[in-house]
């Protein structure tokens, strides 16, 4: 069994590969589509980290049992080793049952700070280190 998603969104559904029959599924990947593949697990608890300039601002519960707590290391790793990674975005991690604190493949989340500063100018010092804020003048 191994867990296949497309690195690229929409190219197909991410799904669990059980056998030579479920192969087909991967038709819309054309033969050079990087994929991540992981052991399929299920998650007892799933957090969303919320990531600025490499920095985890916030994580938010989601979904399981709201008294498990995940490894505070394994989401500080998964931030410094997302090199290039964009000035703002959410990751999700999960625990599994077993107690193991791991990323999620399900999503990585792009927050496009530019649309948020035009939308809400007040977010504007929450969103942009100083050096980026324009004085409006």
Not at 60 to 69: E, K, N, S, T, V
Not at 105 to 132: F, G, T, Y
Request: with cysteine; hydrophobic share 40%; charged share 30%.
């Amino acid at each position: 069994l191994v867990f296949v998603k497309p690195v690229k969104d929409k190219v197909f559904v991410g799904f669990v590969l059980q056998t030579e029959k479920d192969i087909p599924r991967l038709r819309h990947a054309g033969k050079e589509e990087p994929v991540l593949c992981s052991e399929p697990v299920e998650f007892r608890t799933e957090w969303r980290a919320f990531v600025r300039y490499g920095v985890i601002w916030d994580v938010r519960p989601y979904r399981g049992d709201w008294h498990a707590h995940y490894d505070s290391d394994v989401l500080d790793n998964a931030v410094r080793a997302y090199t290039g990674a964009p000035a703002g975005y959410a990751m999700d991690f999960g625990l599994t049952e077993d107690g193991r604190t791991l990323l999620s493949l399900r999503k990585v989340l792009v927050v496009d700070l530019a649309v948020k500063l035009v939308e809400r100018q007040s977010l504007s010092d929450a969103l942009l280190p100083p050096s980026r804020l324009s004085t409006g003048s």
